[in-house]
């Protein structure tokens, strides 16, 4: 109270009195003119940057997995439903070719995001690398200009843990839970989902900004993760693409993307802000021998759709400039007027976006799966808008003016060609700084092995420095070995799914070659599935002893000594684990859902505020630490964990659920109502929340309406004793005698101990009688 009187005196006297320069500006000398002017300059640079501030475009960044160019309607695929990229296209600019560097995730969104080309950014896997937090990022730069920064990720190769999420004010990497009890977390989020937590940002922002003039601009990256394999469209595409589930992934996501792109028109923020959407690599679909993606570096897994739309670009315009993931920063920055780092390895695309020609730059390539899981030979590789050059122990080179569909190996024809092109790589590799000193650090554990990737990048130009007289040469070509890796993958794909024959296919590639540790690893995995433990556990200690087992080994084989009895080992398992990967949440949650499992729910409570620790607002350490507190009888303190989780995920039904029963436990009857109403409006057949809902009702003095849930409950399964004699009091109090005696009969034939019941039983029965 006292200082706002203060400010507002204050505000008077500068008000007050009418200022001194009351005098003519004409009468002033010309140095006291300059100073006007000075003055003058200022005060206008102030307005204008502020009129700047508000009027400065947003930028919403969007890659969709796994999305081929040529599946895009705006790249004339002529059978594809992609009516909003399509317009996006119309409304800007699709540039005719626009190429990854990898075709895996990870690396190839570090590139987009830091404008740096894998060996300079440092991530080189899905999983296995973390980018360096001090390593500058689209993010953190549009933070350091003032703008608002989310993004709001699909896919768990852009987990938080993999250093994504630098620069970005909310990180929205939550995947939910497969169904059923204890079933691990989903690797993916579908488009819905993803798109229904974008918009809640959007509006929440909408809410917190009413003053028009404060509204910072924003930098919003969305990553749709749906058409990567397994292709499983929601059942209203399934049936419109029957025999392309692929497409109708594609279908779906574009249908979402829609519903991001008329909220912005809605809400007025379409006209200033700019969109970009691009793909992180494509799908091969069986091109070239490869089912899916990351092995080769062909254009079927590398060649992506390039559409920016937005104020200043030209609309309809078809840049021939190739577009790479590493323009994506550069370009972005640029168009948002935001100065571009030097040192960069993309540039900035925005002259061909006005519809200038640019010169060509040439692609960098890399394919390291096969070398890294398989120990096989790298492939690295140049690409220009002619040509493609692939350094394998069987070098290649496509034309691609002739040969887009790169079968023809020209390198007979144009070795000269070839060799420059090689050594061009070779220069590209040695000038790749090495990830900054700091990273380690930051990084932690195991996410990042500098020594190693330094090791295997010496490795590897010592390869690409030679002719294929090396030693790297008797390295297996992965070209020859493409089908031994499908068997791998499909032996992967159904590890947990079909885990008989995942077991088959992985036995017969170890056959093969029994070092292949993805195989290995995928073997305890399907072993698992099958409830093989002890068998489960002999592969991960196998692995273990090589020195190769992974964080998530160990958990994996955490959770097979726990269910075999040997908790004391399962634990230093999952200590190690957590050793390991001290980023991931999951050693930490394992150990948890181990120790409510043995009843110990104060060890499982200290587990979850672990997880929390490495993972803020985790959504299953706060809902566990819920059914801790319940365990232990500590009803306030689980109603606030629920709460908690409710707050960070409100649709989470199950959180909803839990906290509904608390309250009805705490005797919070008419708080507990709402939340069983909710529930069950949103999952009409859950019966434990019928019944709750149904004895809610009942104890508010509702019995009519209680009926009708309690005998929902029964019908969807949750039929006991108590919800029998509940609908039987129920039945009672609204008249129906008849009814109730029915109920409390069935009541008694289940549990014939229960006098109260028995006596109501015989009250009834007597009453009938005449
Ligand atoms: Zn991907």
Wanted: hydrophobic share 45%.
């Amino acid at each position: 109270m006292g200082r706002k009187g203060t400010r507002a005196r204050r505000k008077t006297t500068a008000r007050g009195p009418a200022p001194k320069r009351a005098v003519p500006l004409a009468r002033i000398g010309i140095v006291a003119t300059g100073v006007v002017v000075a003055a003058l300059a200022i005060w206008m640079a102030t307005r204008l940057a502020g009129r700047s501030e508000s009027s400065r475009v947003n930028i919403l960044l969007v890659t969709i997995d796994t999305l081929r160019w040529d599946h895009v309607g705006a790249y004339g695929d002529g059978r594809a439903a992609t009516p909003v990229l399509d317009s996006l296209a119309r409304r800007g600019a699709k540039f005719e070719t626009a190429v990854a560097h990898v075709a895996l995730t990870a690396p190839s969104h570090a590139s987009m995001l830091t404008g740096l080309i894998p060996p300079r950014h440092g991530v080189r896997d899905n999983g296995a690398f973390a980018l360096p937090a001090n390593l500058p990022t689209l993010a953190s730069r549009f933070a350091q200009a003032g703008y608002d920064t989310a993004a709001f990720v699909s896919g768990f190769p852009l987990d938080r843990r993999f250093g994504f999420s630098t620069g970005f004010a909310v990180y929205d990497d939550w995947l939910p839970r497969g169904p059923g009890a204890g079933s691990r977390a989903y690797v993916e989020r579908r488009a819905d989902d993803t798109t229904t937590r974008v918009l809640g940002w959007l509006d929440g922002r909408a809410q917190s900004n009413r003053d028009p003039g404060s509204v910072r601009p924003w930098f919003l990256w969305v990553h749709y993760f749906d058409p990567h394999a397994a292709y499983e469209p929601p059942p209203e595409f399934a049936a419109r693409f029957p025999d392309r589930p692929y497409d109708g992934e594609i279908a779906f996501v574009d249908a979402q993307l829609g519903r991001l792109v008329q909220r912005l028109e809605r809400g007025g923020d379409l006209a200033r802000t700019i969109v970009l959407a691009t793909a992180d690599h494509g799908e091969s679909l069986g091109e070239h021998g490869e089912q899916t993606h990351g092995i080769f570096v062909y254009d079927a897994t590398l060649r992506v759709p390039f559409i920016v739309a937005g104020p200043g670009i030209s609309a309809g315009i078809t840049p021939r400039v190739v577009a790479r993931g590493v323009d994506v920063m550069p370009t972005l920055l640029d168009l948002a007027g935001i100065r571009i780092d030097a040192g960069l390895d993309g540039r900035s695309l925005r002259p061909a976006l006005g519809g200038q020609s640019m010169p060509d730059a040439s692609v960098y390539l890399e394919g390291l799966v096969a070398e890294r899981h398989l120990g096989w030979a790298p492939l690295y590789g140049v690409r220009t808008s002619g040509w493609k050059y692939i350094d394998a122990p069987t070098r290649e080179l496509y034309d691609l003016s002739a040969d887009a569909a790169e079968v023809r190996n020209r390198i007979d024809d144009h070795r000269d060609r070839a060799d420059k092109f090689s050594a061009a790589l070779s220069v590209a590799l040695k000038s790749a700084p090495v990830i900054p000193p700091a990273s380690a650090e930051a990084t932690g554990g195991k996410a990042v092995r500098p020594d190693s990737e330094a090791a295997a990048r010496l490795r590897s130009l010592g390869y690409l420095s030679g002719s294929g007289q090396n030693k790297s040469a008797v390295k297996r070509d992965p070209k020859d070995g493409i089908q031994l890796i499908n068997t791998l993958e499909t032996g992967i794909a159904l590890s947990s799914t079909d885990p008989a024959r995942a077991v088959a296919l992985l036995q017969s590639v170890l056959r093969e070659d029994p070092r292949i540790e993805l195989a290995r690893r995928n073997l305890a995995i399907a072993l698992v599935a099958q409830s093989k433990h002890p068998e489960a556990i002999e592969a991960v200690n196998g692995l273990r002893s090589d020195g190769s087992a992974t964080a998530e080994d160990l958990v994996l084989l955490g959770e097979s000594l726990r269910v075999v009895g040997r908790a004391k080992e399962a634990e230093q398992a999952l200590t190690d684990a957590a050793a390991l990967d001290p980023r991931s949440p999951e050693p930490a949650l394992t150990l948890a859902r181990s120790f409510m499992a043995r009843n110990q729910p104060a060890e499982a409570a200290a587990a979850y505020r672990r997880a929390l620790e490495i993972v803020p607002e985790h959504p299953e350490a706060l809902a566990g630490l819920g059914e801790a507190a319940l365990a232990q009888n500590d009803l306030a303190g689980a109603s606030a964990w629920f709460e908690r989780t409710l707050a960070r995920d409100p649709q989470d039904l199950k959180a909803g659920f839990r906290l509904a029963v608390v309250r009805a436990r705490q005797g919070r009857t008419a708080d507990a109502l709402p939340l069983f109403q909710w529930v069950v409006d949103r999952e009409p057949a859950h019966g434990d929340a019928l019944a709750g809902l149904a004895a809610a009702l009942a104890k508010s003095g509702r019995p009519a309406e209680a009926i009708r849930y309690f005998e929902r409950a029964i019908n969807a399964g949750a039929r006991s004793t108590a919800v029998l004699n509940g609908l039987g009091l129920a039945r009672l109090e609204s008249g129906d005698a008849a009814g109730a005696l029915t109920a409390f009969q069935m009541s008694i034939k289940e549990r014939p101990d229960q006098p109260e019941i028995a006596r109501l039983v015989r009250d009834l029965s007597a009453r009938r009688r005449p």
